[in-house]
């Protein structure tokens, strides 16, 4: 959802992203309220060490943001409020479509979300993405869903508005059905410090529809409001924790640089998944433990883990190499990969059609058989959780 800001984000701030409980890659731990998003939210910051954040959210991720300045403004030094509401709608509607999904599943409701979530011409021209989204929705976990819509339900800050004390920009898109411009100027008339744009020709999913124009404000907002070291970022801005002296880091590692073993073992499960790299590393023993390590360290840690490239080409590339070498047992755990850095299984089937024409017919019509039971797999419900991967 935020690829398409970190090139420019990432120039100034280092940025962490989380999911919502049983959206993208995260676990299905179901939570009800806001309040308890937020909690959550704070316990991770504080196993990372992290004190001090600024934030940014969109929809639901932006009412976590508002739950959190609430509770400790302490450590929020900036806020960014993106397509949100002191109130989301009716409570009632909200629980409604609780009921829908609960008696139906995600599967038919997924391709109602993009009328609400993109204006007409984006949907006529950006087929791709409109894909995206309809398979983002579609292979959440469908309770998660369900105590989302309970979240928002029950969100209603109206009356605390005025408590919010950090630096507030509220961004709407101009022809949002779901959180108008109408729902953002109560925001900016009930926070003190905060500060409204309108983004033209946007629906719901503004980071998504016009990314070019909230990059730009989420960094002239940051930048003018919070001129400490910080970690900027799409969901939490994060303060980066300090690097352990050099005497405590690994031998392997050169004194003076942090070990990337840690941010590789994170992205690593952020791309493959808890269960996948949990099986890998159960499998180690004596004798493999040491390469597991060294995949989590180097081949996660330092390539997977650098700037130049976001997460969905990098799923590109490691398709299209896996394919050219025969690779049909990575190819598959990589497949899954690509659908949850974003990948639509349309981009996945290009990917391999432009991959058949330069590495070969017999290879693409392998991959495209591993890649089509994956695919399949990953957007039914209850399917399998595939092989251990690299």
Same mark, same amino acid.
């Given at each position: 959802?935020?690829d398409?800001q970190?090139p420019e984000?990432?120039?100034?701030?280092r940025v962490?992203?989380?999911?919502?409980?049983?959206h993208?890659?995260?676990?299905?731990?179901?939570?009800?309220s806001?309040?308890?998003l937020a909690?959550?939210l704070?316990?991770?910051?504080d196993?990372l060490?992290?004190?001090?954040f600024?934030?940014a959210?969109?929809?639901l991720?932006? $009412?976590v943001g508002?739950?959190?300045?609430?509770a400790?403004p302490?450590r929020?030094?900036a806020?960014?409020?993106?397509? /949100?509401?002191a109130?989301h709608?009716?409570a009632?509607a909200?629980?409604q479509?609780?009921?829908i999904?609960r008696?139906?599943g995600?599967g038919? *409701? /997924?391709y109602t +979300?993009? =009328?609400?979530?993109?204006?007409?011409g984006y949907?006529?021209?950006?087929g791709?993405?409109v894909?995206?989204?309809?398979q983002m +929705?579609?292979?959440?976990d469908?309770?998660?869903?369900? $105590?989302?819509?309970e979240?928002l339900a029950?969100h209603?800050?109206?009356?605390?508005l005025?408590?919010i004390?950090v630096p507030t920009l509220v961004?709407?898109?101009a022809?949002?059905p779901?959180?108008?411009?109408a729902d $953002?100027?109560?925001?900016?008339?009930?926070?003190?410090?905060?500060?409204?744009?309108v983004?033209?020709a946007?629906?719901?999913?503004?980071?998504v529809e016009?990314?070019?124009?909230?990059? =730009?404000l989420?960094?002239?907002? *940051?930048g003018?409001?919070w001129?400490?070291s910080v970690?900027a /970022?799409?969901?939490a801005?994060?303060?980066?924790?300090?690097a352990?002296p050099a005497a =405590?880091?690994?031998?392997a590692?050169? $004194?003076g640089?942090?070990?990337?073993?840690?941010e590789g073992?994170l992205?690593?499960?952020?791309?493959?998944?808890?269960?996948?790299?949990d099986?890998?590393?159960?499998?180690a023993?004596a *004798?493999?433990?040491?390469?597991?390590?060294?995949?989590?360290?180097?081949?996660w840690?330092? +390539?997977?883990?650098?700037p130049?490239?976001d997460?969905?080409t990098r799923s590109?590339?490691?398709?299209?190499?896996?394919?050219?070498r025969?690779h049909l047992?990575?190819?598959? /755990?990589?497949?899954r990969?690509a659908l949850?850095?974003?990948?639509?299984p349309?981009?996945?089937? =290009?990917?391999l059609?432009?991959?058949g024409?330069?590495c070969?017919?017999?290879?693409?019509?392998a991959? *495209?058989a591993?890649?089509?039971r +994956?695919i399949q797999?990953?957007?039914?419900?209850?399917?399998p959780?595939?092989d251990p991967?690299?």
């Amino acid at each position: 959802m935020w690829d398409r800001q970190l090139p420019e984000l990432t120039r100034q701030w280092r940025v962490l992203r989380y999911d919502l409980p049983g959206h993208g890659g995260a676990p299905a731990d179901p939570a009800t309220s806001v309040t308890e998003l937020a909690d959550r939210l704070l316990a991770t910051l504080d196993l990372l060490g992290i004190d001090r954040f600024g934030y940014a959210g969109c929809s639901l991720g932006a $009412a976590v943001g508002v739950r959190i300045a609430l509770a400790r403004p302490d450590r929020v030094a900036a806020l960014a409020l993106v397509s /949100s509401a002191a109130r989301h709608g009716t409570a009632d509607a909200w629980r409604q479509r609780g009921v829908i999904v609960r008696a139906n599943g995600l599967g038919q *409701f /997924s391709y109602t +979300v993009p =009328e609400r979530w993109f204006t007409d011409g984006y949907r006529a021209a950006q087929g791709a993405i409109v894909e995206w989204a309809v398979q983002m +929705v579609r292979t959440t976990d469908a309770e998660c869903y369900i $105590a989302a819509c309970e979240a928002l339900a029950a969100h209603d800050v109206r009356d605390e508005l005025g408590r919010i004390t950090v630096p507030t920009l509220v961004v709407a898109g101009a022809d949002d059905p779901a959180t108008p411009p109408a729902d $953002a100027r109560v925001l900016v008339a009930g926070i003190p410090d905060a500060r409204l744009a309108v983004v033209p020709a946007a629906s719901h999913l503004t980071p998504v529809e016009q990314p070019a124009a909230v990059g =730009e404000l989420l960094v002239r907002h *940051f930048g003018a409001t919070w001129t400490d070291s910080v970690v900027a /970022s799409t969901t939490a801005v994060l303060q980066a924790p300090p690097a352990p002296p050099a005497a =405590e880091q690994p031998a392997a590692v050169p $004194a003076g640089r942090v070990d990337p073993y840690d941010e590789g073992l994170l992205i690593r499960r952020e791309v493959l998944g808890d269960a996948h790299v949990d099986r890998a590393a159960a499998g180690a023993d004596a *004798f493999t433990g040491d390469f597991e390590e060294f995949i989590t360290r180097y081949a996660w840690g330092e +390539v997977w883990a650098r700037p130049g490239l976001d997460r969905r080409t990098r799923s590109i590339i490691t398709l299209t190499a896996l394919t050219a070498r025969g690779h049909l047992d990575e190819l598959a /755990s990589h497949t899954r990969a690509a659908l949850r850095n974003g990948l639509t299984p349309a981009e996945i089937k =290009e990917t391999l059609l432009h991959t058949g024409v330069y590495c070969g017919l017999p290879a693409a019509n392998a991959a *495209f058989a591993v890649a089509q039971r +994956v695919i399949q797999e990953e957007t039914s419900v209850g399917g399998p959780a595939g092989d251990p991967p690299q």
